[in-house]
């Protein structure tokens, strides 16, 4: 059984930092593109960042571009999303995704499994 558990979520003032983690277990982690999502409250989730499972070539929303940085560490079965320079609008519960191959996507449908999700709140 595939579980993803991810962890770091929080509260922050705007302009500063959280890292999330989300651990894997169950399959071969290092096989698989991975991804973070976030949905803010009455909105639909969206992609925020996503890598593929060889070479790290990497995408990020435009919205994060320049502030949040994805990685893996295959060993660990883990993956993170820095998140630098927060503000407001970065408010949202954020998922963690193992994609269906060694791809990445920027829609869910390409996932599939996904963390619980953690909540991430910036204030003003």
């Known amino acids: 059984q595939v579980q993803l558990v991810e962890s770091g979520g929080g509260l922050v003032q705007a302009g500063g930092s959280l890292r999330l983690s989300c651990s894997a277990s169950?399959?071969?982690?290092?096989?698989?593109?991975i991804g973070w999502f976030r949905q803010a409250p009455g909105k639909e989730r969206e992609v925020v960042a996503c890598i593929r499972w060889i070479g790290g070539s990497t995408y990020y929303a435009d919205s994060v571009k320049g502030r949040f940085t994805i990685s893996r560490d295959n060993a660990k079965q883990t993956m993170y999303l820095q998140m630098n320079n927060l503000k407001p609008a970065d408010t949202a519960v954020y998922y963690c995704?193992?994609?269906?191959?060694?791809?990445?996507?920027?829609?869910?449908?390409?996932?599939?499994?996904w963390g619980q999700g953690t909540q991430v709140t910036v204030s003003s």
């Open positions: 169950g399959r071969t982690f290092s096989a698989y593109g």
């Open positions: 995704a193992m994609s269906r191959d060694g791809s990445y996507y920027y829609t869910d449908t390409g996932y599939d499994y």
